[in-house]
């Protein structure tokens, strides 16, 4: 159902989603998730890269059992959706409203954007 990774190297978290979440999926994931930024010493102003191409869209009761499950989760600085799906665009863009959030088709591009920031840190 879902790949965590977190890439002490680029401060990401890195995670992909397969199929269709239940509710009791969704709560062992975000304890999971949870505990696992904790373990790996993340915090908040983290980049965030989520690959739903391998994922159904989420049903509403899934959508709002993200929300109840992690909607006390730290604040990343900037989101990357990957997703093919022009209905899973939807959903996402209706869920998540963050200004620093970006949708992409593939995940390569996603991960470039990302990192952009701090590319051009380095070269300022």
């Known amino acids: 159902m879902y790949l965590i990774d977190f890439r002490h190297d680029l401060n990401l978290l890195d995670i ?38 391998g994922s159904a869209v989420q049903t509403q009761d899934a959508v709002e059992s993200f929300g109840r499950n992690l909607g006390d989760f730290p604040l990343a600085r900037r989101i990357a959706i990957v997703t093919p799906s ?5 959903q996402v863009r209706r869920v998540m409203t963050q200004p620093y959030l970006r ?20 070269a300022g």
Do not use: C, H, N, S
Not at 21 to 50: C, H, N, S, W
Not at 86 to 90: L, N, T
């Open 16 to 53: 992909k989603w397969t199929g269709t979440f239940t509710d009791q999926v969704i709560a062992e994931y975000a304890r999971l998730l949870k505990r696992q930024f904790i373990e790996e010493g993340f915090k908040p102003g983290y980049l965030l890269r989520m690959d739903m191409t």
């Open 103 to 122: 949708i992409f088709d593939l995940a390569d591009p996603a991960l470039a954007w990302l990192l952009a920031e701090r590319e051009e840190a380095k």
């Open 86 to 90: 022009v209905i899973a665009r939807m």
